[in-house]
T-cell receptor, first 120, second 114 residues
Framework: GAVVSQHPSWVICKSGTSVKIECRSL??????MFWYRQFPKQSLMLMAT?????????EQGVEKDKFLINHASLTLSTLTVTSAHPEDSSFYIC????????????????FGDGTRLSIL | SQKIEQNSEALNIQEGKTATLTCNYT??????LQWYRQDPGRGPVFLLL?????KEKRKERLKVTFDTTLKQSLFHITASQPADSATYLC?????????????FGSGTRLSIRP
């Protein structure tokens, strides 16, 4: 269980193109999804927290007009990199989590397999 | 702000030995501490979660300890195998809600040689 699907897995496009990345929770409803960026041999850097039905919360230094996030349903969040430039080339990873229905304690994040974005 | 340090960038050990990875943090004590495994070109995979009031957690060949006094977690893999080779990430979570953020360490690249 707890499968998160991310699509596409690899994108190569020209500078100035907008790219949309989808993140789906396949077998559970995700109240919250997270978008991360990872550079080679570095850790995951949180870009934004996406909550279903409300605006995303962006981390400091992340341009919300550049990285548009939409979380229209409990199983789908999208990240659109608008007017992408070579410096936007990176590995983008989403994750999803849900609250435990009973008991206490939080749930781990379940990650997609990432999207390698290369802007020429 | 919270800072997380994982003991070494890379660790190379002989198959069959116990691998021990260290995670130190500098600021507030997190509500939860988690360990993930990440293979090249893939997203992280959750391994273990330990709460602030727990000292130790085990799962098959994995063991995690959590010392809030030392602000440290140790992650052990016993009877290590080449298939255990991967990058292991330590992650801290401060709060208790679904929107609580998780902060990741930079990871330790573990290599198990046959």
């Amino acid at each position: 269980g707890a499968v998160v699907s991310q699509h596409p897995s690899w994108v190569i496009c020209k500078s100035g193109t907008s790219v949309k990345i989808e993140c789906r929770s396949l077998d559970f409803q995700a109240t919250t999804m997270f978008w991360y960026r990872q550079f080679p041999k570095q850790s995951l850097m949180l870009m934004a927290t996406s909550n279903e039905g409300s605006k995303a919360t962006y981390e400091q230094g992340v341009e919300k007009d550049k990285f548009l996030i939409n979380h229209a349903s409990l199983t789908l969040s999208t990240l659109t990199v608008t007017s992408a430039h070579p410096e936007d080339s990176s590995f983008y990873i989403c994750s999803a989590r849900y609250l435990r229905a009973t008991g206490f304690g939080n749930q781990p994040q379940h990650f997609g397999d990432g999207t390698r974005l290369s802007i020429l | 702000s919270q800072k997380i340090e994982q003991n070494s960038e890379a660790l190379n050990i002989q198959e069959g030995k116990t691998a021990t990875l260290t995670c130190n943090y500098t600021n507030y004590s997190p509500a939860y501490l988690q360990w993930y495994r990440q293979d090249p070109g893939r997203g992280p995979v959750f391994l273990l979660l330990i709460r602030e009031n727990e000292k130790e957690k085990r799962k098959e060949r994995l063991k995690v300890t959590f010392d809030t006094t030392l602000k440290q977690s140790l992650f052990h893999i016993t009877a290590s195998q080449p298939a255990d080779s991967a990058t292991y990430l330590c992650a801290l979570e401060k709060g208790y809600s679904s929107a609580s953020k998780i902060i990741f360490g930079s990871g330790t690249r573990l290599s198990i040689r046959p």
